[in-house]
């Protein structure tokens, strides 16, 4: 196969236009606090220590207090369904327990009575 040469420089200049105004990202924030808390604490792992510094260097101090507001958002809902979540798993140990209970029953071949282990679930 013949190479071809081009014309164009190896490395293209990039000149994205935004594709968000700042608007639009405070809109989001309006609208979705969590999905930005969990967005914006995504991002932040993105960025190494010299480009966090330089964002959020001079007078964008404000910028920093949102972003550490943001991240404790995501925090807090992050720890909140942990606790969910550990509820959960009690309750389906404890409806394991009288599962087995009621088998323990059946197998003895006893009437079965009202399972105290299936209160509170």
């Known amino acids: 196969m013949k190479a071809v040469e081009h014309d164009a420089p190896v490395v293209a200049a990039l000149d994205f236009p935004p594709l968000m ?3 639009d990202v405070m809109q989001d924030e309006l ?4 999905g930005f808390a969990r967005r914006a604490t995504l991002a ?3 960025q ?4 966090l510094v330089a964002g959020f260097a001079g007078g964008n101090r ?3 207090e949102s972003a550490m507001k943001a991240v404790a958002l995501f925090q807090a809902h992050l720890q909140e369904r942990e606790r969910l979540a550990g509820m959960a798993e009690r309750r389906l140990l404890r409806v394991g327990e009288a599962l087995a209970a009621a088998d323990r029953v059946a197998d003895s071949g006893r009437a079965p009575l009202h ?3 299936a209160q509170g679930l």
Not at 31 to 34: I, K, S
């Open 48 to 51: 190494s220590g010299e480009q």
């Open 21 to 23: 105004t700042w608007q």
């Open 31 to 34: 609208e979705d606090r969590l």
């Open 62 to 64: 404000t910028g920093l």
């Open 115 to 117: 399972c105290d282990a």
């Open 44 to 46: 932040l792992l993105t």
